[in-house]
Nanobody
Framework: QVQLVESGGGLVQAGGSLRLSCAAS????????MGWFRQAPGKEREFVAA???????NYADSVKGRFTISRDNAKNTVYLQMNSLRPEDAAVYYC???????????????????WGQGTQVTVSS
């Protein structure tokens, strides 16, 4: 079965960096766009970044210039490099897979087919 396993979350001071990873198995990774979403307590799950099978990237405005999404199709892994972290970035971060050939990845969570269990990111001020 399909599994997405996130890692790399933790506690970091404001201004610091973290790198999240998401290892995928049970699917043909190169057929999927991969996305990162986050959900803070009491808030809806929101789009953070996504990357298509061909490497086209899109970002939420709130993270542009600070976060970078990348993928390694040979390792079936997608990454999220997060720099200049702010307290408002604190959330559970989820990776998701979308079976699509779109040129630009979807931003709506309802359009993604598979989800990981999430990894907690905490940013202290």
């Amino acid at each position: 079965q399909v599994q997405l396993v996130e890692s790399g979350g933790g506690l970091v001071q404001a201004g610091g960096s973290l790198r999240l990873s998401c290892a995928a198995s049970g699917l043909t990774f190169s057929n999927y766009a991969m996305g990162w979403f986050r959900q803070a307590p009491g808030k809806e799950r929101e789009f953070v970044a996504a990357i298509t099978w061909s490497g086209n990237r899109n970002y939420a405005d709130s993270v542009k210039g600070r976060f970078t999404i990348s993928r390694d199709n040979a390792k079936n892994t997608v990454y999220l490099q997060m720099n200049s972290l702010r307290p408002e970035d604190a959330a559970v971060y989820y990776c998701a897979a979308d079976f699509t050939t779109r040129v630009i990845a979807h931003t709506g969570p309802e359009l993604y087919d598979y989800w990981g269990q999430g990894t907690q990111v905490t940013v202290s001020s």
